[in-house]
Nanobody, 120 residues
Framework: QVQLVVSGGGLVQPGGSLRLSCAASGSIFAIYTMDWYRQPPANERVLVAT???????YYADSVKGRFTISRDSAKNTHYLQMNSLKPEDTAVYYC??????????????WGKGTLVTVSL
């Protein structure tokens, strides 16, 4: 089983920065895909960024040039560096991984959300 612990959310001013962390633990054979999603108030959850173990990345158009997804393989942790934050970035942020507990089986795992509020 894999557990994800999210940290780094909070209140930040427009133009400021935050870094979210998603630490995976448990019986992990490998992590193949790392994602960040967000759900703004009164809106649906959407994909923000993806990083594969092969190094491929995807960013939603709304965050390109401002957000960066990265990983620390030794810590089984991935990050979302958020710069030039806007009020529209206010949301509950969720991390997800696709991980295998053996070499033969993999599935996705979700962490609890962390609230990011961009406001004066």
């Amino acid at each position: 089983q894999v557990q994800l612990v999210v940290s780094g959310g909070g209140l930040v001013q427009p133009g400021g920065s935050l870094r979210l962390s998603c630490a995976a633990s448990g019986s992990i054979f490998a992590i193949y895909t790392m994602d960040w999603y967000r759900q703004p108030p009164a809106n649906e959850r959407v994909l923000v960024a993806t990083l594969t173990s092969g190094g491929s990345t995807y960013y939603a158009d709304s965050v390109k040039g401002r957000f960066t997804i990265s990983r620390d393989s030794a810590k089984n942790t991935h990050y979302l560096q958020m710069n030039s934050l806007k009020p529209e970035d206010t949301a509950v942020y969720y991390c997800r991984v696709i991980a295998g507990i053996t070499s033969n089986y993999r599935r996705d795992y979700w962490g609890k959300g962390t609230l990011v509020t961009v406001s004066l």
